[in-house]
T-cell receptor
């Protein structure tokens, strides 16, 4: 089954403790992206990647890092999480080059930073 | 720069009543348009999309959306809603030149009550 897999689904952590949220897709998509979803703000893009070793900032990159060492994986790293990073996070992927397709989304990771 | 506006943050409706969720976009070039649905505790799923051709597009579960270029709108409609349609609905746009990222609206929560 074609899918984007995120782990973990739920995570509670303390301020300053480094964490990684994993994202993996099995569709051989070139493009991958991370979003955060907050009430009233919709989805805001954090980082995206057009291919292996090619990453770029989205609209709200502060406090986050990403890497793209393999085509299928695109982990999101919070080096020193803070309470304002409490949010629902989604990973998404899409084939290139195309503007005609939408994205395939993971099931989400609900992060709470206390 | 393109933007997507969903003016209604929440739309309450009774079961079997019709519903319209509004979406307006702003772009200097032609766009592809999408509606995504997010059921409680789930990720986003593509509901329907407009790429070209017929301005009326339909989903398998009875929703339809009409692309109106003059009004820059892509409103989502259903003639008779079910309790199971309770979800958050996101409108999104993507420029149709090369590869461009999806830009999302802030979402509309559809609440269907008996």
């Amino acid at each position: 089954e074609a899918q984007v897999t995120q782990n973990p689904r739920y995570l509670i952590t303390v301020t300053g403790k480094k964490l990684t949220v994993t994202c993996s897709q099995n569709m051989n998509h070139e493009y991958m992206s991370w979003y955060r979803q907050d009430p009233g703000l919709g989805l805001r893009q954090i980082y995206y990647s057009m291919n292996v070793e090619v990453t770029d900032k989205g609209d709200v990159p502060e406090g986050y890092k990403v890497s793209r060492k393999e085509k299928r994986n695109f982990p999101l790293i919070l080096e020193s999480p803070s309470p304002n990073q409490t949010s629902l996070y989604f990973c998404a992927s899409s084939p290139l080059p195309t503007g005609a397709g939408g994205y395939t989304f993971g099931s989400g990771t609900r992060l709470t930073v206390v | 720069a393109q933007s997507v506006t969903q003016l209604d943050s929440q739309v309450p409706v009774f079961e079997e009543a019709p519903v319209e969720l509004r979406c307006n976009y702003s772009s200097s070039v032609s766009v592809y348009l999408f509606w995504y649905v997010q059921y409680p505790n789930q990720g986003l799923q593509l509901l329907l999309k407009y790429l070209s051709g017929s301005t009326l597009v339909e989903s398998i579960n009875g929703f339809e959306a009409e692309f109106n270029k003059s009004q820059t709108s892509f409103h989502l409609r259903k003639p008779s809603v079910h309790i199971s349609d309770t979800a958050e609905y996101f409108c999104a746009a993507r420029m149709n030149t090369g590869f461009q990222k999806l830009v999302f609206g802030t979402g509309t929560r559809l609440l269907v009550s008996p």
